[in-house]
């Protein structure tokens, strides 16, 4: 093969198709395209019990696939929970400072649960109102003649 200036340039061959060469590629093309590859494991949260609740509540989380080692850490939406077991399942403190439904993270033997499941969803709920009980009209009314009894028994035994 003769270039424009007229030096030959080498012939490019292609590779056989039993070339180990080959193999390596199609092995490297599936691990950059298949998203769920990860090299820490492959773990993912398979049910949180319940999936909301509020702020110090004790919720169980099941991991699911192979994991790697004991838990050493669980984040809900960035927030890191101070209070956990090891073991699957374990049991984890919902901790404060977050709002919403927010993600699951959890870390295993150096490896991460992978994010991209809707199991991993966690919806922190508003704690309960304190609220304390309206009295109804009759209640009033009641409460207020049952006042006016004693008061005026009293007040009749005081000046007797």
Known sequence: MVD????????????????PHV???LVL??????????FGGGFDVESIVPSS???GTTVTITLGGFVPGAVTAVSFGGVPATTFTTGNPFTVTVPNGFSGSVV??????????????PSNLFTLLAPP???TPALSQWSMILLTLLLACFGGFALRRKFA
């Open 29 to 38: 093309a599936c691990l950059l395209l298949w998203p769920q590859a990860s």
């Open 4 to 19: 424009k200036v007229g030096l030959s340039r080498p012939r490019r061959r292609a590779l056989p198709a039993d070339s």
């Open 104 to 117: 699951v993270v959890v870390t295993a033997g150096g490896g991460t649960s992978q994010p991209n499941r």
């Open 129 to 131: 109102a304190i609220s």
């Open 53 to 55: 609740a509020a702020a």
């Open 23 to 25: 193999y390596l590629l």
